[in-house]
C-alpha cells in the first residue's frame, strides 16, 4: 500500500524567511496531494492541494510543486508569519473510488517574531 | 457554512466501557471517513462511507471497532471493551462524493482510556 514519508519533523524559522517541507510517496497510481494544517486543539486544516495532472500551485504566499517521476512534492510558504506556526501534514491519495488519505507524520513549524 | 461537527469533544472512560462517538457531516456530502490521531502514530484512516455503499472497513485495528451512518448523514464510531491504547483523538472527515474530493475535517474527539 501507499507510504508517505514526511521530512523534517520540526522546523523553525525567523518570521519572513521561508520554510520548505517535503514529502515522498511511494505508490505511483496515487494522484491527489493535499496539505493540511492543524492547530493545537483543532482538527486538519486544507490550506492547498495539488492533482497529478499539474506540477505546481500557488496561493498567496503558499505554493506545492509535484515531481510525478521521483515521486516527491514539497509545501513552500513564503514571508512566514508567527500565526503560520502549526503542525503541518501532506496526504496522497489512493487510487480509486474512495480517497482515503495516507499520511505523513506531520512538521510542526514554529515561526518566531 | 456549518462545517464539520463532532462529539463529544472529550471522553474520559474506564477501561472495558464502551463508548459512542459522533459525527454530523457537512450537508450534501456524500462520503464520510473517521480517521484516528495518536501520538507517535500520525493520522490513521479507519473507515469509509460512500452514499448507500457497503463501508470500507479495512483501516479499523480491530473486530473491537464499528461504525455505522445513517440516512447518509450522521455517523456513529463504536469502540467496545476500550484499551488504553485506543486513547487518541478521533478526527471525521467528509467530502462532496469521495475520490479525490476536498476532504473537510471536523474538530474531533479526545478519548482518554484511563
Known amino acids: 500500500g501507499e507510504n508517505v514519508e514526511q521530512h523534517p519533523s520540526t522546523l523553525s524559522v525567523q518570521e519572513g524567511d521561508s520554510a520548505v517541507i517535503k514529502c515522498t510517496y511511494s505508490?505511483?497510481?496515487?494522484?491527489?496531494f493535499p496539505w493540511y494544517k492543524q492547530e493545537l486543539g483543532k482538527g486538519p486544516q486544507l490550506i492547498i492541494d495539488?492533482?497529478?495532472?499539474?506540477g505546481e500551485k500557488k496561493d498567496q504566499r503558499i505554493a506545492v510543486t509535484l515531481n510525478k517521476t521521483a515521486k516527491h512534492f514539497s509545501l513552500h510558504i513564503t514571508e512566514t508569519q508567527p500565526e503560520d506556526s502549526a503542525v503541518y501534514f501532506c496526504a496522497a491519495s489512493t487510487w480509486g473510488s474512495q480517497g482515503n488519505l495516507i499520511f505523513g507524520k506531520g512538521t510542526k513549524l514554529s515561526v518566531k517574531p | 457554512g456549518a462545517g464539520v461537527s463532532q462529539s463529544p469533544s472529550n471522553k474520559v472512560t474506564e477501561k472495558g466501557k464502551d463508548v459512542e462517538l459522533r459525527c454530523d457531516p457537512i450537508s450534501g456530502h456524500t462520503a464520510l471517513y473517521w480517521y484516528r490521531q495518536s501520538l507517535g502514530q500520525g493520522l490513521e484512516f479507519l473507515i469509509y462511507f460512500q452514499g448507500n455503499s457497503a463501508p470500507d472497513k479495512s483501516g479499523l485495528p480491530s473486530d473491537r471497532f464499528s461504525a455505522e451512518r445513517t440516512g447518509g448523514s450522521v455517523s456513529t464510531l463504536t469502540i467496545q471493551r476500550t484499551q488504553q491504547e485506543d486513547s487518541a483523538v478521533y478526527l471525521c472527515?467528509?467530502?462532496?462524493?469521495?475520490?479525490?474530493?476536498?476532504?473537510?475535517f471536523g474538530p474531533g474527539t479526545r478519548l482518554t482510556v484511563l
Open positions: 472527515a467528509s467530502s462532496l462524493a469521495g475520490g479525490a474530493d476536498t476532504q473537510y
Open positions: 505508490d505511483s497510481a496515487s494522484n491527489y
Open positions: 495539488i492533482r497529478s495532472n499539474v
